[in-house]
């Protein structure tokens, strides 16, 4: 799986998750959903390690790419809500 926000590896039944952007927009939302699916219906590991990078985990959301005048993927964020 090649992903731009994010990179997933598995060694044995460990798999790692690191975030490459110290900020979530919604590419990264939508790569994290697909390897949650990938992670959840094929993959056989027994832990899952998420990570950042460069040193820090995440920063929270960039708004940058929400703009008033587009439509928000409001679906993608309500499905980290619990």
Not at 21 to 39: F, G, I, P, Y
Not at 67 to 73: E, L
């Amino acid at each position: 799986m090649n992903f731009e926000r994010i990179r997933y590896e598995t060694t044995d039944d460990i798999a790692r998750v690191t975030l490459l952007h110290d900020q979530s927009d919604m590419r990264l939302v939508k790569e994290l959903a697909h390897v949650c699916r990938h992670l959840e219906d094929e993959n056989p590991c027994s832990v899952v390690v998420f990570q950042g990078s460069n040193g820090q985990f995440n920063r929270g959301i960039n708004f940058a790419e929400f703009k008033p005048d587009t439509p928000m993927d409001i679906h993608g964020f309500n499905k980290w809500k619990k």
